[in-house]
């Protein structure tokens, strides 16, 4: 209880870094840090080159201490290569994520290799891999310009597992004989006596040299806490640069800024899943999620990196000129560019192998598309995951959910999933209900879904252990729970006290855990109950860093330390897993995770965890959510208004404002601050957070279209403009404001008491409307506007159909059959296009056809909508309700309707000269039918 009660106070007074590694506390990031540059020990031996196809395999000599490790390099289909290092014979296994790739990746057809005295040039395509044999390196070429290179700086390692050295009994005091072991060594990890050399004069001195360079090898101590090591160190490293560049982003998750920084003058960035409660912001350490995906950006390419290690993982970043480490053969790209920028990284795991991958755009979409080729699209959510969320720790019971649910029908907001903490629970024990404060919750959620509203409760991965309890009884008596060190079952404490986890690495465990949330299995469920898995990186309040001891052991006989960042995921998905089986596999699934790693996006959304009432929190969001979606998991989202503390009604309010523009849209707050559910607020800000609410609404069939194609496509839906906008390096650093797609720009307001605002407008020539005032502006330029608390830049971009529901109900499901708006933004050429994609909202059906994807497009005066798809064949009854033309210069003598019923039908409409604003009214044309509207003028 007192530690759960000291975790508690440290989360209300905010983050203790003490409670978290620096580089200089951990013992490989120290190591590969110090490694010297230019000085790699490690050549390809010669002789054991072979070329098969699109394979290149050798072996690579560290001449340091005569170990080999065995390499591959694949050059894959659609621009990706990758490369593989592993020790040849390792004493113990190694590591290898599984589960995140969706698929072997097709080899790419038509490779040639040649061979002369320093490597091998390997030509696809437009594309060329060279691989110099001493030292060991690769670069990477496209249409003849370096892209990328590996370990052009010679900061490679490779530490192979070993035998443990131990101490003479002669060179040892008598009380010490035992000094320095690992407790629970096995005989097989030490070297026999006679391998060690007999001691001179100087032995103690040479011991005392010897155990400062083993320091942390075998044993580690962080406070009170003592790793083990059993199998020693096992650190890997590798350098790459990217020449040309001068920004790269991703790598999440870090309260940092979009374009990475240099992390010359302190610690690297870290990805290690931790729970941080009330993170500081704008510095490199980890939090809750890891993707080690790294994205290189210029104006001329953009290339792409993934680090597939699930284990923890450090990288250094660092701006250098080209020229002081390119090879001589690629010397001439520099003639007239001796200033030629580079990045420079530096990626090291504490285990595991090297395993990356190469992505070569070229540009950042094509890279997106590369990236999910590998690792999976999103998954397409349903409907109601994509309109606003209510949540709090806790609503107190069934009568404060009824009266909760109720004000927002007094007060027209609508929303469309109600959210129970741990406090529902009985005890804390998951997939159980409190039978005083929630006495009958099926009748509860049937009262939610009657009108059309969903509920999510919380289900942790830590399990009470009480014996009294049917999941710790079935966990205990089936050997589901990680076991630590000595082969028992591990235990910690979180939210109920002492606990254990499921070993969610067993897909055994997994298919377990999934059948607890079948109706039978989850007493008082029904089918409109989601679930949220919070604390699953995992958290442990009593653990080192307030997580599980790396030396615990795993399904595989794998310690913790190999598994780490891919914990959360995999109970991401059984927990995804659980839902799909519920439903007999025909409903698509809601659950909302906060740890994540390289593939959590088909499995749900997360979060950007316990942040705080501030606006620096609130400018933080953006580059944190659009890092993650750079990375591949574009359903992320903050807490609004700030987990801790007590947002102001100007805060929150503006945050209301900024995150109905944002993917993941859900209101939460800690048990400790004052309610704050809209109605609360002053009349006034009410109405306008009302407003913000009512417009994520009328824009769900633009935001379900876009996760339609990130389902198929990957990519982020709240996009840094340098995605739209290759070239223009004014977008590049750009974090503040962003576009939903490419055709919303975005600039929410982040500062108190702020009666204007800078907005820059990319393009060349692009046209910008005023979503509210049907201005225009001209991009490229950055222009100060006055603004007012019921005001958030939001700008159309010419060019561009964007598809609304303007009939706001309580929830989304009840707009289903609602008819649709079209709002048509007029480029320069008096031209524009959009699409829309419709299905059922919740099922798979879609994946069987049942869909339709509707391409609109505005030329030559003339509205019309064809397939954009050759399959699909889904029906609606929702028609098309208005036109809004915004830029048309001539008022039209006529507008006409042709389409399925009806040929030439003379339509109504309204012309605002100034505002260059047609609206055309009830086309009455079924909106996923062929249909043409028809301007005469």
């Known amino acids: 209880l007192l530690v759960v009660l000291a975790i508690i106070t440290v989360a209300v007074n905010g983050v203790d870094r003490s409670n978290f590694k620096t580089c200089s506390e951990s013992s490989f990031c120290k190591r590969n840090r110090e490694i010297t540059p230019n000085q790699s020990p490690y050549d390809v031996i010669d002789d054991s080159i072979s070329i098969d196809g699109s394979k290149i395999n050798f072996d690579i000599r560290n001449n340091g201490n005569n170990a080999i490790l065995a390499a591959t390099i694949t050059v894959l289909r659609n621009a990706k290569a990758r490369l593989r290092i592993k020790e040849k014979d390792p004493l113990f296994p190694r590591y290898e994520v599984e589960d995140v790739l969706i698929k072997e990746s097709e080899e790419e057809t038509g490779v040639l290799a040649n061979r002369d005295d320093q490597g091998i040039q390997v030509n696809f395509r437009d594309k060329q891999i060279i691989l110099t044999l001493k030292p060991f390196r690769i670069d990477f070429l496209v249409s003849n310009a370096l892209v990328m290179s590996v370990n052009s700086r010679g900061l490679m390692n490779f530490e192979n597992y070993r035998k443990k050295p131990i101490i003479p009994e002669a060179s040892k005091p008598a009380d010490e004989s035992t000094a320095g072991a690992a407790e629970g060594d096995e005989a097989v990890n030490e070297a026999k006596p006679e391998d060690v050399p007999t001691m001179d004069e100087n032995a103690e001195e040479k011991v005392k040299q010897r155990d400062q360079e083993l320091q942390g090898m075998w044993e580690e101590t962080y406070k009170t806490h003592t790793d083990s090591k059993p199998k020693g160190p096992s650190s890997i490293g590798l350098d790459f640069s990217f020449p040309g560049v001068e920004h790269v982003y991703g790598i999440p998750e870090h309260a940092d800024s979009l374009a990475l920084k240099s992390t010359s003058d302190g610690d690297p960035y870290r990805l290690y899943n931790l729970d941080v409660f009330e993170y500081d912001i704008n510095n490199p350490m980890a939090l809750y999620g890891s993707i080690p995906f790294m994205l290189a950006h210029c104006a001329k390419s953009t290339v792409g990196l993934f680090w597939m290690n699930a284990a923890e993982t450090w990288i250094d970043i660092s701006s250098n000129k080209a020229k002081d480490s390119i090879l001589s053969r690629f010397a001439s790209m520099l003639k007239g560019n001796e200033e030629m920028p580079q990045i420079d990284t530096h990626w090291f795991s504490e285990s595991g192998i090297i395993d990356v991958f190469f992505m070569f755009g070229p540009r950042p979409k094509d890279v997106f598309e590369q990236y999910a080729s590998l690792t999976g699209p999103s998954y397409l959510p349903p409907l109601f995951a994509i309109a606003y969320h209510q949540s709090r720790w806790n609503y107190n019971d069934e009568d404060d959910v009824r009266a909760v649910d109720a004000k927002f029908d007094e007060y027209d907001i609508p929303y469309d999933v109600l959210w129970l903490d741990i406090e529902h629970t009985d005890g804390k024990k998951y997939f159980t209900w409190d039978s005083t404060k929630f006495p009958s919750p099926e009748n509860m959620l049937k009262g939610l879904a009657a009108k059309g509203r969903k509920m999510v409760t919380i289900v942790d991965p830590h399990i009470k252990r009480d014996s009294g309890y049917g999941i710790d009884q079935d966990a205990s008596s089936q050997g589901r729970y990680v076991k630590n060190k000595d082969d028992n079952v591990y235990e910690g404490w979180c939210w109920p006290g002492s606990s254990s986890w499921i070993d969610f690495i067993n897909p055994e465990h997994r298919d377990w855990w999934a059948s607890r949330f079948s109706i039978d299995n989850y007493a008082g469920s029904t089918d409109s109950l989601f679930i949220w898995n919070d604390m699953n990186e995992p958290s442990v309040f009593n653990g080192p860093e307030i997580t599980m001891h790396k030396d615990a052991k795993h399904f595989g006989d794998w310690e913790h330390r190999d598994i780490h960042n891919i914990f959360g995921l995999y109970v991401h998905k059984a927990t995804a897993d659980g839902l799909i089986a519920r439903s007999g596999f025909k409903e698509r ?59 102001d009604e100007e805060l929150l309010v503006r945050w209301y404002q900024a995150a109905a523009y944002q993917p993941f849209f859900r209101a939460h707050a800690h048990i400790d601050t004052r309610r704050r559910e809209p109605w609360l607020l002053a009349e006034a800000n009410m109405n306008i957070v009302r407003d913000a609410i009512r417009a994520r609404y009328a824009l769900l069939p633009f935001w379900y279209t876009l996760f339609y194609h990130a389902s198929i496509k990957g990519g982020p839906i709240m996009r840094p403009l340098f995605v739209e906008y290759p070239e223009d390096a004014s977008t590049f650093a750009l974090s503040d404001e962003y576009l939903i797609g490419s055709d919303l720009l975005v600039k929410p307001v982040t500062d108190a008491g702020a009666s204007s605002i800078s907005v820059y407008f990319p393009g060349n020539n692009q046209l910008w409307y005023d979503t509210e005032t049907y201005k225009w502006l001209t991009g490229p330029r950055t222009v100060s506007m006055s603004i007012s608390l019921n005001k958030i830049p939001v700008f159309q971009r010419g060019g561009s159909i964007v598809p609304r529901k303007e009939r706001i109900r309580r929830c989304s499901s009840l707009m289903y059959d609602d008819p649709y708006t079209l709002t048509v933004a007029l480029n320069r050429k008096g031209q524009a296009v959009g699409q829309l994609y419709v299905d059922d909202g919740h099922s798979f059906d879609y994946s069987k056809g049942e869909f339709s994807l509707r391409k609109f497009t505005f030329e030559n005066n003339v509205l019309s909508s064809r397939p954009a798809s050759a399959y699909g064949n889904y029906r609606t009854n929702s028609w098309l309700e208005k036109v809004v033309i915004l830029g048309l210069k001539n008022k039209p003598s006529k507008v006409s309707v042709s389409g399925k019923n009806s040929t030439g039908r003379k339509l109504k409409f309204k012309y605002d000269r100034e505002n260059r604003l047609l609206v055309v009214k009830k086309p009455e044309v079924i909106i996923v039918d062929d249909w043409e509207i028809d301007f005469k003028f």
């Open 589 to 647: 699934p809601f659950v909302l995770s906060r740890a994540f790693f390289a593939g959590s996006q088909r499995f749900g959304a997360i979060w950007t965890g316990d942040n705080t009432a501030s606006w620096d929190q609130l400018k933080i969001s953006m580059p944190m959510i659009m890092s993650i979606g750079v990375a591949g998991l574009p359903f992320a989202g903050a807490d609004v208004g700030g987990f801790f503390k007590n947002p």
